[in-house]
DNA sequence: CTGTTAGCGCTTTCAG
DNA sequence: CTGAAAGCGCTAACAG
């Protein structure tokens, strides 16, 4: 039993227009009118057809978010404290949300759902960056905002954390104590945070003049593992770091696990600084000292732009680059 | 510039009609119309609106996971799971998925986007077992799944996992090893989780007789804090027990920080059993004995049903609860 | 195998 | 302030 306007309609005694007006709250409605159209719809518990409004409107009043596929996905934490941020913003719109992930391999058609009418706007986490399909978006005027991942000379609203200016930070922090060989275990590389979080490490080596050692570069992939096998190799070296930045908090648990089962003393002998400041960070044993980001921020801030972009009012396109924050715990000490 | 397939029409010579067989792939259009339709829509780039589909059709194709408000969610890694396990069938299906949130204190209104058809189905996440909201739904035959949450007596589709069994084993394995002292630390009881958990742990007392020992019930809320404060606690008692079941990981990890600061040794003064097997718990220091939940295939799990519930084929409700496992590492000895 | 007709439930436009 | 008519883009039902 499919309710439509016409059945309100004729129990209220007035035309569909009417209804219509109602629903939709318009100003030249009768108090009476609206209050027995009002009345009507409660009885019936009649509710307005989404499908047919969209046909109508042309415009569905859904988002979508786009997420790179669950593999290349950092951490849980971030994942899940990015999506609550937009829910949180588009729950308290009209708009609802359609949750979609995309394989960063392959050419993404990012624009699939759009075409078809189906989604409004999209929300776009982490593509590649040299990415052409963005591009292409961008010149069919489709509404999107980026959430980490920029595209260079391109007026594209984006959202995203200084993750250059983060290691930079981590790095800065290490050497301040006195440290001097200084190690890093990078997040996948095909990925741009962890490209950043390496740039922000050998920004800081070369400010400061030192040669970059090519072997105190560990190649991880943002898994505990890869920061237990990373930590094995960099203190086995035959001149190992004093401390080692890893580019994120599960490398660096991992890191510290691998510590752990070596005998070797954190902070002691080693100093550890992470990244992401996950919740467990500061349940570890030592309390990881580390970057924090403030992902939620992030989500709720891209999915602001990307209302505002859809308000109707002309909106020239926003970069927000928010900037993380060293959180000092007991994972580092002087050499 | 919205295409229709009139557009498509006029350009390969035919009708809408057969514009239309040819996107849903009816069998009954001679090969070399197919192939001019579909050069027609190539050239054109077009994309069938998904509204007026959805209008004629009276189907959506989307789907609407509902998952308690943030605050209310146990941990990131869970969510995480879950919802990939459900994007995973979603997304090689001809749906897509409405992500959105309840508030589990008020009495929800699941059905709103369906009422709207908006969307042909719902999978409720973790819905108060009370909730006489699900038994609407149910009268009005509407299409839902839950997960970690049942109703009694109701022919409704769910899948989770077994809290009871899997807090009983922890409990079990622990008396095994020579406990006789056993505490534990509970979750939100506003979760039913929480409350099957506290559940398991208090079948297992009964059937050995035990004293339920008032003391020993710590009332947490899954964060690591009430872990560590629970710990605290326990441990201060002047009979304080010499082991201690934690409803989540979390928590655990809670404990075992309190138990550094506090220089009690896991496992020699206390062991500990944690519940989730969350990445990290074979990360920490001692590695965590816990319980295994096969999360991601609980979403998958739901999403398959409520697929099938919609594939057309009369299909009965269907209840699938998933064993849980006790994964023994560290963190625990005999007394 | 292909086309014609009607109508899904709504909103836009124009009349009153 | 209210209503009548037309049409959004598609598919179901029937003809041929």
Redesign the pocket.
């Known amino acids: 039993m ?8 004729r129990r209220a ?9 109602v ?2 709250g ?9 209050e027995k159209v009002l009345r009507a719809i409660g009885e019936l518990s ?4 989404a ?3 969209a ?4 415009r569905s009043y859904v988002l979508e978010v786009l997420i790179p596929h669950e593999d290349y996905f950092f951490s849980s934490e971030y994942f899940s404290e990015l999506i609550f941020g937009i829910e949180k913003v588009v729950h308290d719109s009209d708009y609802n949300l359609i949750f979609n992930t995309y394989d960063p391999g392959q050419g993404a058609e990012y624009a699939a759902l759009y075409k078809q ?1 189906k989604v409004d706007g999209l929300v776009i986490v982490a593509p590649a960056s040299n990415d052409r399909t963005i591009v292409k978006l961008h010149e069919e005027s489709i509404p999107f905002v980026l959430v980490n991942g920029q595209v260079d000379d391109l007026e594209i609203s984006f959202v995203d954390v200084d993750n250059v200016a983060g290691a930079f930070q981590a790095v800065q922090y290490l050497y301040d104590l006195g440290h001097r060989r200084i190690g890093i275990i990078t997040g996948n590389l095909l990925v741009v945070n962890a490209r950043h979080r390496l740039q922000g490490y050998l920004d800081f080596l070369s400010e400061k003049d030192f040669p970059e050692v090519e072997q105190w570069i560990f190649h991880g992939n943002w898994s505990e593992d890869s920061g237990y096998t990373g930590f094995s190799h960099l203190v086995n070296l035959k001149d190992p770091p004093s401390a080692i930045f890893c580019s994120n908090d599960l490398m660096a648990i991992g890191a510290m696990r691998a510590a752990a089962d070596m005998g070797v003393g954190i902070p002691e002998a080693v100093s550890i600084v992470g990244y992401d400041d996950i919740r467990l960070a500061s349940f570890v044993n030592p309390r990881l000292t580390t970057i924090h980001q403030p992902i939620h921020r992030v989500g709720k801030t891209a999915a602001e732009l990307l209302l505002r972009l859809l308000s109707g009012q002309p909106e020239r396109p926003r970069q927000v680059m928010l900037q993380p924050q060293l959180i000092v715990r007991k994972s580092c000490e002087a050499p």
Chains 1, 2 share one sequence.
Not at 13 to 21: A, D, E, K, P
């Open positions: 499919m309710l439509s306007q016409a059945d309100v309609a005694g007035v035309s569909i227009m009417t209804v219509s007006r629903i939709n318009a100003e030249n409605v009768r108090p009476e009118t609206r009649y509710y307005p057809n499908a047919a409004r046909l109508t409107r042309n009418r």
